[in-house]
């Protein structure tokens, strides 16, 4: 009987990017033994020093075309607004056969932005783990990070079903569940699932900071009646939420079209004293609670599993 196939994957991985998802993608690559080399890309040197600290990577690069050099496979892991010119400097330096892929949160941009730079010969198939912190740098990622989530790959239509289902294989290594979408419906759904509720955030912390009546210590002191919970989500890293808006205008501005009708109909109900209205609808929501929780994309523990001596 012949002994089982322990080779890597990939010989040669480029993460360019070592951020929150680059170093959580090379720590859990490193746990499944994905890779024969880990090579990662930052701009800054502080970036990488951090990165060489922690050891995630096999060798760390301030120079895209000498990361890329010899990769099976180029992960594009930094801002989405940063694609485009990431995309043409290193374009010329991928090698035949090999796989280019992204985490961006978005995805018909990266089709536009990132697919004209692909030469002949190389597999372009965007995607996008729905797996995250609202912290960032490359001290931030651990390998759990895409364990049971799942990750939304969008191929362009005559994409090779061979590099398709390698990059399929790839992610269910890393511990995710993948779907496969257009990149215009990826964008839809992203943006009332996450999209939507990170504007939501944005949008109260900033009100609740600009209040005159109610001073920034009292909000602080009792946020734990609501409050606290967006401020988790308002912490996110604003550059990349900037690009996130910038990208997928047309989507969230659908969605946000229809949240202000809602918004507008429980408005009424308050007004009218409507209850049954308001209690329809906090039922109906509920449910979907409940919904996540079974599908184990959240815990079921009081407080979202926060220690028992806080309150609500
Ligand atoms: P992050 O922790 O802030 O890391 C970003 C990385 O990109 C760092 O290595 C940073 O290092 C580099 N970088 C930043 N700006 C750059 C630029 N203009 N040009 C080149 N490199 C740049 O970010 P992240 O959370 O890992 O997010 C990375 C990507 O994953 C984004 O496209 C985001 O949409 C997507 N994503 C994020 C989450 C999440 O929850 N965080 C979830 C799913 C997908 P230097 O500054 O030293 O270059």
Redesign the pocket.
């Known amino acids: 009987m012949s002994a089982p196939d322990s080779s890597p994957l990939f010989g040669n991985v480029a993460l360019i990017?070592?951020?929150?998802?680059?170093s959580s993608m090379a720590h859990a690559m490193r746990r499944a033994n994905l890779a024969g080399h880990i090579a990662g890309y930052?701009?800054?040197p502080?970036?990488r020093a951090v990165a060489e600290k922690i050891g995630f990577a096999d060798s760390l690069h301030g120079d895209l075309a000498e990361c890329v050099k010899n990769a099976d496979l180029v992960v594009l892991?930094?801002?989405?607004g940063?694609f485009a010119e990431?995309a043409s400097e290193l374009g010329p330096h991928l090698k035949r056969g090999a796989i280019i892929t992204d985490?961006?949160?978005v995805k018909m941009a990266v089709v536009r932005d990132v697919g004209p730079f692909v030469p002949e010969g190389v597999h372009f198939i965007p995607g996008?783990?729905i797996?995250?912190?609202e912290q960032?740098?490359?001290d931030?990622g651990f390998a759990e990070l895409f364990d049971g989530r799942w990750c939304i790959l969008t191929p362009p239509p005559g994409t090779d079903v061979d590099a398709v289902a390698k990059l399929k294989t790839y992610w269910e290594k890393l511990g995710s569940n993948v779907e496969v979408m257009e990149p215009k419906h990826h964008d839809l759904v992203l943006a009332i699932v996450s999209h939507l509720p990170h504007l939501i955030a944005y949008n109260i912390v900033g009100t609740a900071a600009d209040l005159e009546t109610v001073t920034q210590s009292e909000v602080i002191k009792f946020s734990a009646s609501g409050f606290r919970d967006f401020t988790r989500i308002a912490a996110s890293?604003p550059?990349?939420w900037r690009d996130?808006f910038l990208n997928n205008r047309d989507a969230v501005l659908e969605m946000l079209g229809r949240f202000n009708e809602d918004l507008a109909a429980l408005q009424r109900a308050i007004r009218w004293g409507d209850g049954d209205a308001l209690f329809n609808l906090f039922t109906r929501t509920r449910a979907i609670r409940r919904s996540i929780v079974e599908a184990g994309q959240d815990t079921a523990a009081p407080n979202f599993g926060r220690s028992g001596k806080e309150k609500n």
């Open positions: 990017g070592i951020g929150l998802i680059g930052a701009r800054r502080e970036t892991a930094t801002p989405v940063s990431i985490v961006g949160s996008h783990p797996a995250g912190t960032s740098g490359p931030s890293d550059t990349m996130i």
